[in-house]
């Protein structure tokens, strides 16, 4: 038998989008033949990914994994193209094995993750179990984002996942946890995934971007001014709206979810004092994303005129 070249497993993969480990077999099952092993791969349903990839997935799941023994925490969304197959036990299964992959092996990002191999089956990598979930489900299926948090011995490390996978937050703490601690760090996820209209994008004023403040502050003043206000006074009037600019983007200074008379700052230092949230990350599935827009009457003509001819 002929020795399978890594440049002919590479066109391979490149012609179908089949995972490297079923190129191989594939080339392996064909005697190194290309069109042999395409059609190999067809035959199996490994190459129907490859049509796949330019369909827009803008649905899916976010999901969590957390090791309270290594006290290390992964969020991931992985996409799909309809809410339908998000639904699946397959589809939540293979976004939690994907999140356990983070924590155990740690990749330095999507890429790398995706050229892992799988922790439970060092046989194949993390891209062939998508790729070969693509061809099951029959959607394109990627994996977008990650996040992984691995905290030190005085630190813990949750997760909170809102509406069954529509939004996640991972978080990160410190210090005393007393009676409540841990309570209270879940209940912090709860407030970062829950919160609305406007979520928070750091834990204290401290770590808010100067540039983002700035940028702020010449928004408040345009707008004082278009509502006439006199220049000796605007100054004063965007302190107070800035105030208000740091309870919406700052976790500590939003009110409570559970008790709005409070705020988060203040129920931390009434429950567990002395426990610091650290960071924290939160992903809303698909923010960004483009969704495809099903135009029936488009899709009707389109289908007539290709009928005409």
Do not use: W
């Amino acid at each position: 038998m002929a020795e399978i070249s890594a440049k002919i497993v590479m066109e391979l993969r490149g012609r179908t989008g089949a995972g490297m480990m079923d190129c191989k077999k594939a080339l392996a099952a064909t005697e190194g033949d290309l069109e042999k092993a395409i059609d190999f791969l067809r035959e199996k349903g490994l190459a129907a990914a490859a049509k796949k990839q330019s369909r827009i997935a803008a649905e899916g799941l976010v999901g969590s994994f957390i090791c309270q023994e290594c006290r290390t925490g992964a969020l991931v969304e992985v996409n799909c193209e309809t809410d339908f197959v998000a639904k699946t036990d397959k589809f939540k299964e293979l976004v939690n094995e994907i999140a356990v992959q983070i924590v155990k092996k740690n990749p330095a990002d999507v890429d790398a993750l995706l050229k892992q191999p799988y922790y439970k089956d060092e046989s194949k990598t993390i891209e062939d179990m998508v790729t070969a979930s693509t061809a099951e489900i029959g959607e394109k299926i990627s994996v977008r984002r990650f996040a992984r948090y691995a905290a030190t011995a005085n630190g813990v490390v949750d997760s909170y996942i809102h509406m069954g996978g529509k939004v996640g937050v991972l978080i990160e703490a410190e210090g005393e946890l007393g009676a409540e601690g841990a309570d209270v760090i879940h209940d912090c996820a709860l407030q970062i995934a829950a919160a609305s209209p406007v979520a928070p994008e750091y834990v204290r004023r401290e770590e808010v971007d100067p540039h983002h403040l700035e940028h702020e502050k010449e928004i408040l003043i345009a707008q004082a001014r278009n509502e006439g206000k006199p220049e000796k006074i605007i100054e004063k009037m965007v302190e107070g709206r800035i105030k208000k600019f740091y309870q919406d983007v700052c976790l500590i200074e939003q009110a409570f979810v559970k008790d709005a008379d409070i705020s988060v700052g203040q129920m931390i230092a009434k429950r567990a004092n002395g426990l610091e949230i650290i960071r924290f990350t939160r992903y809303k599935m698909g923010d960004g994303l483009e969704k495809k827009v099903n135009d029936l009457a488009a899709e009707v003509a389109e289908q007539t005129a290709k009928m005409s001819k």
